[in-house]
């Protein structure tokens, strides 16, 4: 059975029925499904197994980067299963702004249309023109605009149940001439008229210091999801904690950070079983020693738990969790 501990980043030790690596759309679909489940995936650094998976594990690895130079700017069409970080360098390196701010993201390219990987003020879906996809269970190859993919926070139309057969095989990404660097978050409104290298530095230097790193320490980012609560709840949460962060979405509703809730509940620096919750991002938890699934959906659960009974805010995890027959809930 395939050893998987080194292909999802919390690496916890386990293994599924049989796993390939795909590298172009016809030998997906040669591949594609001799074993029940099946589970498509990248690197794996927003997937968890939490045991062994009874089924086969199709790995993407479509590579290759076209670059057209076009009027106002260069389009991009990248295979899916080149690295995400990866492509981020390259353009900086070739003076094309408009990825800076998405740096040392872990993971390929074809994952990052499906939550719509995001931080310090961007989201890859306001850089990505088109993703082509195929419908692995048809054979059907066809194209979905910036629109279509209807990307929203960590999230896009690849989590509804209508793509749940769909494979992403390359991500065309659009970077103007004229796009204007994205500073507005804390850690960037400081830099003095900075260039997409400035931008690039400055974001792989916070990241350093605040994420754990998955080759050192296995962890999958954050666990959970920023909880989005109307705004007359956070009001009411304000009278008892004026100090509690939130960032305004509309009229009725406000972003809490989660690592906010689970800070305030006490989790952070806490271990249990192997599993940690970081003690610089309590957000995101950590394979401190031999962590299995069980330990680690404990911590979930219990944070989980704690942050409903203070506060009345359900966190949802942002990771995908793996069991033996597929997809876990907390
Ligand atoms: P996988 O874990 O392999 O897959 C993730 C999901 O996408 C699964 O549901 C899988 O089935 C699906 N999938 C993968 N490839 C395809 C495909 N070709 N077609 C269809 N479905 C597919 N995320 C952020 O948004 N912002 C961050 O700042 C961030 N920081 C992180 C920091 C660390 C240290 C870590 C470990 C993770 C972080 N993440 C962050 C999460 C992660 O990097 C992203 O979700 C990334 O896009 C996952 O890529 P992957 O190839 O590893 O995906
Ligand atoms: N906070 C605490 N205690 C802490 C740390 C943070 O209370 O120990 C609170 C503070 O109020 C702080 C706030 O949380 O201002 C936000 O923290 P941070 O800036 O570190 O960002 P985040 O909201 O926790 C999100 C993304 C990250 C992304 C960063 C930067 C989600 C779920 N997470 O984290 O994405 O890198 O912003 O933009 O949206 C990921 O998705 O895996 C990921 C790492």
């Known amino acids: 059975m395939p050893d998987l501990s080194q292909r999802h980043t919390f690496g916890i030790a386990s293994r ?70 990866t492509l981020v360098a390259y353009t900086v390196e070739q003076g094309w702004g408009g990825l800076e701010n998405l740096a040392l993201i872990p993971g390929s390219v074809g994952a ?29 190859q066809f194209s979905l605009t910036q629109s279509e993919c209807r990307f929203g926070y960590r999230d896009s139309i690849f989590k509804r149940a209508e793509a749940q057969s769909w494979v992403v095989t390359y991500v065309h990404f659009w970077l103007a001439e004229d796009i204007a660097p994205v500073t507005a978050y804390a850690e960037l409104a400081a830099l003095d008229n900075p260039t997409p290298v400035d931008i690039f530095n ?95 959906l404990a911590m979930a659960r219990a944070i989980q738990h704690k942050v409903v009974q203070l506060f009345s805010v359900t966190l949802s995890p942002e990771v995908r969790l793996l069991g033996k027959q597929g997809r876990v809930e907390l």
């Open 112 to 140: 990052a249309p499906i939550q719509n990987i995001g931080a310090y003020g961007l989201e890859a879906g306001e850089r990505i023109r088109e993703v082509e996809v195929v419908d692995v269970a048809t054979g059907r």
């Open 202 to 296: 400055k974001v792989i230097d916070v990241r350093q210091q605040k994420l754990p790193d998955p080759a050192v320490l296995g962890n999958a980012g954050s666990f959970f999801k920023n909880p989005t609560i109307t705004t007359t709840q956070y009001n009411e949460l304000k009278k008892t904690h004026p100090a509690i962060p939130g960032f305004v979405v509309s009229d009725q509703q406000v972003k809490v950070p989660a690592a906010w809730f689970i800070d305030r509940a006490g989790f952070k620096g806490q271990c249990k079983d192997g599993v940690c919750c970081y003690h610089r991002q309590p957000l995101v938890l950590v394979n401190q020693h031999h962590a299995t699934g069980q330990a680690l």
């Open 16 to 85: 599924c029925r049989v796993l390939h690596e795909f590298c172009s759309v016809q030998q997906l679909l040669d591949l594609y499904p001799r074993e029940t489940p099946c589970y498509i995936m990248g690197e794996g650094s927003n997937t968890i197994f939490t045991e062994d998976y009874d089924g086969q594990v199709l790995v993407n690895k479509i590579a290759g980067v076209e670059v057209c130079h076009e009027p106002g700017g260069v389009s991009l069409r990248v295979g899916a299963g080149e690295n995400w970080h």
